[in-house]
């Protein structure tokens, strides 16, 4: 019965990477909801929480990987098992990222609250609950491995670009017209980029769940509608 | 003498592993350097290369993946070789990642050389001439499997962050005097961020090579000295 005890052990293991990804995936999405929180009631006390509640996710990640090495050292998994753990080695670095973009938001929270006037932030608002619904996703498809649900993760991702491409258009426009606002709107730009690159390793991740179920990454390229790099807004007076 | 075939077959892709790592970091070195030339001197042409050159660092990325993983799989190494596959594994995914900042830079590039001036890149030039000689040691660090080096690399990243958060700070004021500088200045901020995140991931290959050498992580935390999120500059209607 030792290869019988073997497998049960190695099944534990597993068990325990996956339920340690869970937990990783649920900080993230806490994370982000009250940075988003933070953002737009410009709550500092909780935009300082969420800065250092990032050390908590960071701390998972080595733990993750730790156990994933050991798993490669002492198990030698092969075919899906192995695809699980190197799954679980990515996906793990992409929850650190987003758990940092988190604290980047939060960030700009606090010093949003800190000027004279709030720069508009309600345009964020769709964006930041499109991308905390895509996180709440992403969790639900790792769990259940569940291809389908991140196939569409990975088509909402166009959405969240073209919508941080349109934004990023308004606020130039905005700081032209306003500019005692230069400041609070350059700041929120870099929180809006910080949401978009959140939703960009949620497809990150749902393209590693894809592989894990699959055992392939999808074929056709995702889609990118993230233009912002060429929006322009021209000043008034160069329009006339 | 099949053990023997065997370990020098493991050495070969060992070897081979080492090898696209290294392309991959030289395409990147490239892409970074032309990127910055292209920022400086207003060349769509060169930028518009640069940001088609990247799906050449994402189909390395792929195949380094996939040498890891049937190493992983057949070999089933351990220790130093294990290490030194996982490092594989991380080391390439920060080098796609700066493999598309570098790409980033060069699509503000082509946005910037539209306008009808160009702000103040010169400020810029130090900072990117810094992280350009932040990834060339990295490879070199990487080459030689030098942790004294590594180490170097990791102390650069805090003159980095401070260069950036006073850059920051620089252009917020100059789009509050020069309002018609709004969007050209913008996207020069978002470049000046993506140069700093070509620094910041190149720190962490830095401490892949450390881990991969000594077999665990640098105990003191690393200096983290970008500020801007917290950068205010006042209108000087508010500052009188």
């Not at 995936?25 to 929480?49: F, G, H, I, P, S």
């Not at 050292?73 to 192995?82: S, Y």
């Not at 720069?119 to 259940?144: C, F, H, I, K, Q």
Request: proline share 3%.
């Amino acid at each position: 019965m030792v290869v019988g005890h073997t497998v049960a052990a190695f099944d534990a293991e597993l068990t325990a990477l996956h339920a340690a990804i869970d937990r990783m995936a649920e900080l993230v999405e806490r994370q982000l909801a009250e940075a988003l929180d933070a953002l737009t009631t410009a709550n500092v006390d909780k935009a300082t929480q969420v800065i250092s509640g990032d050390a908590a996710i960071d701390q998972l990640e080595m733990e993750i990987e730790a156990m994933s090495i050991r798993l490669l050292a002492l198990r030698q998994p092969m075919a899906k098992d192995l695809r699980d753990i190197v799954a679980a080695l990515k996906i793990a670095s992409n929850l650190e990222r987003m758990g940092d973009f988190a604290g980047s938001v939060a960030k700009r929270a606090v010093t949003l609250a800190g000027l004279p006037t709030l720069p508009p932030v309600g345009s964020l608002s769709w964006m930041g609950r499109t991308v905390l619904s895509m996180v709440g996703d992403m969790r639900r498809a790792y769990a259940e491995q569940d291809a389908a649900l991140a196939t569409v993760i990975r088509d909402r991702d166009g959405e969240v670009d073209a919508a941080y491409t349109s934004l990023f258009r308004e606020f130039l426009t905005y700081m032209m017209e306003t500019p005692a606002q230069i400041t609070g709107c350059t700041h929120l730009l870099f929180a809006a980029k910080s949401i978009e690159r959140i939703g960009d390793h949620a497809t990150n991740v749902a393209e590693n769940i894809l592989y894990l179920v699959k055992g392939h990454l999808p074929l056709e390229e995702r889609h990118k509608e993230d233009l912002s790099s060429f929006a322009v807004a021209l000043p008034p007076v160069l329009e006339s």
